[in-house]
């Protein structure tokens, strides 16, 4: 495998660092499962909500970049650089869930995933699963599906714009977006996402 070490460490540095580390005393946390109607200008005016997506997309692009496999590989050989991905992937969603400052509770990375999802893959595959996971939620007014339903919508559509070269790089993809809600339930955390405080004093 070759590696541009600038671009992997940039990669590393931008996805595995969790959001919660910079969640300070203006951020307050909602179960996912609750009504979000009073809730969402100051979720959508947090601005590491926006960074999250920012730098998700960037890390992905900068991974998918910074590999390459060497000539001529043989075997197993051909696929460490999709595996290398799919591993920094999974674990970045992981991070990004699992690291969270609320007790029994699991951050949902919304917005990291999603650009995640923009950085790792051509736009006209991303768009798809995303639109219909939005819809879906929204739709069945449960925000925790978005992440079963990009993953299962993931695969057949990026299939069908990318054939079957890209197969192994969407059941990556698959698995590192599932990971938020099978994660949840399986250790029995409740997702939550953050939003703006009014102000410091305001309680959780």
Request: glycine share 8%; proline share 7%.
């Amino acid at each position: 495998m070759i590696i541009d070490w600038l671009k992997f460490g940039s990669a590393l540095a931008l996805l595995l660092v969790p959001i919660s580390l910079f969640h300070g005393k203006d951020v307050r946390y909602l179960d996912i499962s609750r009504d979000w109607e009073g809730h969402w200008p100051r979720i959508l005016t947090l601005g590491l909500h926006t960074i999250d997506a920012g730098r998700a997309a960037l890390g992905g692009w900068l991974l998918l970049t910074a590999l390459a496999p060497l000539p001529n590989a043989h075997g197993l050989a051909r696929y460490v650089v999709l595996l290398t991905q799919g591993t920094v992937l999974i674990v970045s969603v992981g991070l990004q869930t699992f690291v969270c400052k609320e007790p029994d509770s699991a951050h949902a990375p919304f917005t990291f995933v999603s650009g995640m999802l923009f950085g790792v893959y051509p736009p006209i595959i991303a768009s798809f699963p995303f639109l219909l996971a939005v819809v879906a939620a929204a739709g069945m007014r449960m925000p925790a599906a978005f992440f079963p339903v990009l993953a299962v919508t993931l695969v057949p559509i990026g299939f069908l714009f990318g054939g079957k070269v890209i197969v192994l790089r969407l059941l990556l993809g698959f698995c590192a977006t599932l990971v938020p809600w099978l994660g949840a339930v399986a250790f029995r955390r409740e997702l939550i996402t953050s939003y703006r405080a009014r102000h410091s004093k305001e309680p959780s």
